[in-house]
């Protein structure tokens, strides 16, 4: 007890002497128990994945940190400190990647240590050329580090195209630039997740909708989403690319084509829109089932070819699979069903992130969300598989999708994935029960994961497994929205 008390006043001591020039992160494990402070669900600005671990931001203020700093130490918090000119806040982490891709990478201090480099290059600190930074601090601030994850403090500017100069196994999330809340799942929203699944039950009609998804119809519409067929001229689907405008057009019009209303809804200056599908609902409920995928993509750094075969024109051919077939048996919803292809994806989840905030806005019903990312690739000699987001997402979710997934696509080997988060982590932030569907019951395997060969005329492109992992999502649809024929 002792030691304790020593630690908490060197705590306090250095926090007072920091908040006259500094600013203060604390940076600890989530634990809900945190909101119990009230100063601190005040100064709360986000969740972010570090491996399976899930690390909670803060920037409390002195009281605040005094008040918890006994707490702070048992959880094992970091203080990180940064300067008052902070501008945008950037998390990094790690990909859960299979050990024998990143043997063919260099080694992690020297990936991360040139990414470091390639940030203090003026070319990315505009910014804060402009705002009078002294020269030695362009860049970036490192703010905190673990051997797989890091905080930054880096441009506006920096901070959006972050991706383009991140290391190929790494991704960003941008921190909120204002405070958020802290929202869990609400109890009669699991509840009501889990009573679809206590009455989940083999139903022949469904089996035979889901098995009627189109796998020739899904290498037409990859192809055209990857370039692949030489009609769409698509180089790139970027956030940034003309590329990924020509993909918005033309997934609008694929998608009301099976009846759907869809809006492009631009969230950011520069960035191409979400393109967001709805089909009503023949009763009157506010209940919404959503499934979604991302259609921008990344390539390998240096090229301007990134055709996102797998990541995630996977998904998004799935999702575009889904539609055609609500159309082709003329199915009607009992609940209020969205489709959306969100971009942004690549640059810290920026356009699902934007979409949450609105439905959480209007107090929107979603009752069952899934996102899918990278359905496509089966290594050699593995069975296909559906992998399920071990850390973010909920539970009771995640379990409906387990179940329906033994049920009409028991040639899936279903287990549990680190490979860590897509869009469903944006819906279950904001109080959402939010889940996610992947190709491995295990790390990323792909070896065009991230690359500009990432394209679906490729050994280990599995659409057999696209169509399983689809058949998973729209039986879990049916079941959760209710349907007539
Ligand atoms: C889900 O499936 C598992 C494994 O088949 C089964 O044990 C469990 O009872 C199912 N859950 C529900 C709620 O049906
Ligand atoms: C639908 O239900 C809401 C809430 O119960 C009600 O306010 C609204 O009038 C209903 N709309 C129709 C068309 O019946
Ligand atoms: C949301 O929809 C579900 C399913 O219809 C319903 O049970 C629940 O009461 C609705 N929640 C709200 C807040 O309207
Ligand atoms: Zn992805």
Known sequence: MEGEDKTCRRVTATAYLLTRLRVLLLVTHFSPALFDHSCLSASYYGNFNDGPLTNSIFLPDVACLDAWSAQALAA??????????????????????????????????????????????????????????????????LLYRTPTAALLSVSAATARSIDTILPRFWKSTLVSTTPVSFLPVPADAVKHVKHILSTLEFNPEIAAIVDSISVPQMINDIRFLTGEDDV?????????????????????????????????????????????????????????????????????????????????????????????????????????????????????????????????????????????????????????????????????VTQLVANVSGIYSPELRVGFTTACCSDHQSFHEQGFPATQVFERAGPIADPMYHNSGDLSDREGYDFDQVKS?????????????????
């Open 76 to 141: 094992q918090a970091s203080i990180a400190e940064a300067t008052k000119d902070i501008q945008q806040l950037v998390w990094v982490e790690q990909e859960a990647v299979e050990p024998s891709l990143m043997a063919a990478t260099r080694s992690f201090r020297n990936e991360f240590d040139a990414f470091l480099h390639r940030l203090s290059r003026p070319k990315h600190a505009r910014g804060q050329e402009v705002l009078g930074v002294p020269e030695r601090k362009m860049g970036y601030e």
């Open 232 to 396: 769409s001229g698509i180089m790139s689907r970027h956030s940034f690319s003309d590329g990924s405008r020509v993909a918005a057009d033309w997934l609008k019009s694929r998608f009301e084509d099976t009846g759907a209303t869809c809006e492009p809804q631009p969230f950011l200056l520069g960035f191409a829109p979400n393109v967001i599908c709805a089909y009503p609902s023949t009763v009157n409920t506010s209940a919404t089932v959503l499934l979604s995928a991302h259609y921008d993509s990344r390539g390998s750094f240096g090229s301007t070819r990134a055709p996102g075969g797998d990541d995630d024109g996977s998904g998004t051919m799935a999702l575009l699979a889904i539609a055609r077939t609500i159309a082709r048996k003329g199915i009607k919803f009992q609940s209020n069903v969205q489709l959306a292809a969100f971009a942004g994806e690549e640059q810290g989840l920026l356009g699902s992130k934007a979409y949450a905030r609105k439905m959480r806005d209007i107090d929107a019903n979603i009752t069952v969300m899934i996102q899918a990312d990278m359905l496509a690739y089966r290594a050699e000699g593995e069975p296909p598989q559906l992998g399920l987001p071990s850390t973010v997402g909920t539970t009771e």
């Open 469 to 485: 992992i689809a058949k998973v999502q729209l039986a879990t649809l049916l079941h959760s929205a209710g349907y007539e024929l």
